[in-house]
C-alpha cells in the first residue's frame, strides 16, 4: 500500500479544530475528511483510526502550546512579566473565535478521558509536563524574590491550572473582555503574593 503524501502539521491543525469544536464522539469521519482533505483510507493509512488522529492532534496541541509557553517565558522578563502576558495570551485565547484556541486536552479529558485509557495518559502526561513548567516559573520567582508565598511552587502551579481551567470555562458563557481581565488579574494577584 502507498502512504500518502499530506501536510501532516495541517491535518493535525484542521483535525484539532474539529474535535475542539464538535467533541470527540460527534466528530465523524466525515467531518474530519472534510475538514482535513484526506480520503478516510488516508486517514486510515496514517493514523488507524479516529482515535489515532486524535491523538496525533493533541500530540500537535501540546506542541504548540509547548511553543507557546517557551516563547512566552523563554526572555529576560521577571518570571510576574511573564506570567502576566501569559494569562493575556490565554485571555485573548477565550475571546477568540477560534476554535483551535479552546482547550484540547481539557475538552478531551472531560468528553472522554475517563473512559479510554490511552486518551486519559496522554492527558494527564501533557498536564504533568505543564504543571512542571509552571513549577519551574514559580520557582524561579521565589528564588528572585518576586512571590514571597508561603505555598510551594507546585501549590501555586497547582492553583494557577486550576484557575485558567476556570477562566476557560467561564468564557464560554461569559464573553465581557473587562470581567474576564479582572478574573485573570485577580488571579495572578493571587499567586503572586
Not at 133 to 144: E, P, R, T
Not at 176 to 193: G, N, T, W
Amino acid at each position: 500500500m502507498r502512504n500518502a503524501e499530506f501536510d501532516r502539521k495541517a491535518v493535525l491543525c484542521a483535525a484539532m479544530s474539529v474535535f475542539t469544536a464538535k467533541g470527540y464522539a460527534k466528530t465523524s469521519m466525515q467531518d474530519l475528511t472534510k475538514a482535513t482533505g484526506l480520503h478516510p483510507g488516508s486517514i486510515y493509512c496514517a493514523f488507524e483510526n479516529k482515535k489515532g488522529l486524535l491523538l496525533a492532534a493533541i500530540g500537535q496541541y501540546q506542541d504548540e502550546r509547548n511553543q507557546q509557553f517557551i516563547d512566552i517565558f523563554n526572555n529576560n522578563h521577571s518570571s510576574l512579566a511573564n506570567l502576566s502576558d501569559y494569562l493575556n495570551e490565554i485571555l485573548n485565547e477565550c475571546l477568540s473565535d477560534d476554535m483551535t484556541k479552546a482547550c484540547l486536552l481539557t475538552k478531551t479529558l472531560n468528553e472522554v478521558g475517563t473512559q479510554d485509557d490511552d486518551i486519559k495518559t496522554l492527558i494527564n502526561k501533557n498536564l504533568t509536563a505543564w504543571q512542571a513548567a509552571l513549577i519551574s516559573v514559580f520557582d524561579s520567582a521565589k528564588q528572585s524574590n518576586e512571590i514571597n508565598s508561603q505555598a510551594t511552587s507546585q501549590e501555586l502551579a497547582q492553583y494557577l491550572m486550576m484557575g485558567i481551567y476556570g477562566l476557560r470555562t467561564f468564557a464560554h458563557t461569559q464573553q465581557d473582555p473587562e470581567q474576564l481581565a479582572r478574573l485573570a488579574k485577580k488571579l495572578l494577584a493571587d499567586v503572586s503574593r
